[in-house]
Each structure stands twice: as C-alpha cells, then as structure tokens.
C-alpha cells in the first residue's frame, strides 16, 4: 500500500547530541510537511517543501533543520536537542491540486531527550 | 489569518450515545475543512475533508460533518459512540490550493466512551 513511514518510532537522544529522523513515502506527493506535537496538544507545522523549495515557518528554531534529497524522502535534523524538543515528530505529504486534497500522515516518532 | 477553534478540549458520551465534537472555523477565504482522528502514539488518520462540494460530509466509521458558512462551523457527528471511538480529533484548516495545503489545526478534543 503506498503510504507514509517514519523511522524511526521511538528515538532517545541524549541532551544536545545531534539526532535526525527520517521519513519516506510512496505517494509522489509534490508537497513534504514535518509537524511537532508536544503531549496533549495540536501538531504544530515545523517547515514544509514543495518540490525543492524549502519553506520554514517564522518561528521554527534555527536548531531545527531539513533535507529533502528526493520526492520520496525527507529528513528531520535535530542540531542540538535540548529538553524541550522531546515531542512527537509528524511527517506528512500532500498532493497541490484542485480540489484540494487531505495531507496524509505518517505513524509519526516519539523523541525523547535524556 | 485562518484559525479553528475547538469547544471541549475532553469530551465524554457512553456507548450507544450520539457524539458532538464542535469546531468553529475563521478564515478571510473560503475554507477547506478537515477531521483527523489520533490513536495514542499514531500518526493522524483522515476522517473527513470539506472540499467545497456537498455542505454535509460523510466519513470512515459513521462520522459525518456539516459546514455551516452562516455559523462558521464544522461540527463532527456520529449516531452512536462505540468504544473503539476514544481517541483525539483534531479540526484542521486548510487555504486550498496554492498555498501547499498548509494544516492550521485545532487545539484538540480527546473523546472518552463509557460502557
């Protein structure tokens, strides 16, 4: 089944050793979204790139990064983590077309900082 | 700026009962309108979209939605709660297209089933 995977699911990363997470896809979605979502509370979107270009959200911390080398994969680097990235990171794709059409989500990663 | 707005961050019904999750929208354009559903540690799973089409919309596993522009809401409705429902539904607004169908999502309500 074409879909959305993230690995890996659950991370433990220790205080301010780089950490990336990875997320593929089988979809050929133009349009590639990393969200984070603290516990109990609404996915927040990081960045996203539509094809190759790259589009950051005013208030992403410069400690977050990204890379898409591909359609298919897109990954999340974490340069320094500190105690409060630890949140469930969420990849998702979407397709730019009319009409619109939904984003569809990965299992998402659990990253812990310890 | 596009919002939603959840009432009801915990909402709770017994098995059997009809659920209301309520979701009210703010948006300059038109809006296209969405419900996501997240099981504890999984990712968000699609439960139905308002594309602009028909203003009463049916989803996966009974739910439905109505957009109502005059109200600017998009309330989630399912006739009977089973426990396999308690989950967390997030309303989540999107511009449309050319704007790469960023997801302004709400904050949340977390639905528990009684038996």
């Known amino acids: 089944d074409a879909m959305v995977i993230q690995n890996p699911r659950y991370q433990v990363t220790q205080f301010g050793k780089p950490v990336t997470l990875s997320c593929s896809q089988t979809?050929?979605?133009?349009?590639m979204y990393w969200y984070q979502q603290k516990s109990s509370q609404a996915p927040k979107l990081l960045f996203h790139?539509?094809?190759?270009?790259?589009?950051n959200e005013a208030d992403t911390p410069d400690n977050f990064q990204s890379r898409r080398p591909n359609t298919s994969f897109c990954f999340l680097d974490i340069r320094s983590p500190g105690l409060g990235d630890a949140a469930m990171y969420l990849c998702?794709?979407?397709?730019?077309?009319?009409?619109?059409?939904?984003?569809?989500f990965g299992q998402g990663t659990r990253l812990t900082v310890v | 700026a596009q919002s939603v707005t959840q009432l009801g961050s915990h909402v709770s019904v017994s098995e059997g009962a009809l659920v209301l999750l309520r979701c009210n929208y703010s948006?300059?354009?038109?809006?296209?309108l969405f419900w996501y559903v997240q099981y504890p540690n999984q990712g968000l799973q699609l439960l139905l979209k308002?594309?602009?089409?028909?203003?009463l919309v049916k989803g996966i596993n009974d739910f439905e939605a109505e957009f109502k522009k005059s109200e600017t809401s998009f309330h989630l409705t399912k006739p009977s709660a089973h426990m396999s429902d308690a989950a967390e539904y997030f309303c989540?607004?999107?511009?449309?297209?050319?704007?790469?169908?960023?997801?302004?999502f709400g904050t949340g309500t977390l639905l528990a089933v009684q038996p």
């Open positions: 998702a794709t979407s397709r730019v077309s009319r009409p619109v059409t939904e984003a569809f």
């Open positions: 979809l050929n979605h133009n349009v």
């Open positions: 790139y539509y094809d190759k270009d790259f589009n």
């Open positions: 948006s300059s354009v038109p809006p296209y």
């Open positions: 308002y594309t602009s089409a028909a203003t």
């Open positions: 989540a607004v999107t511009s449309g297209p050319g704007a790469t169908n960023k997801l302004i």
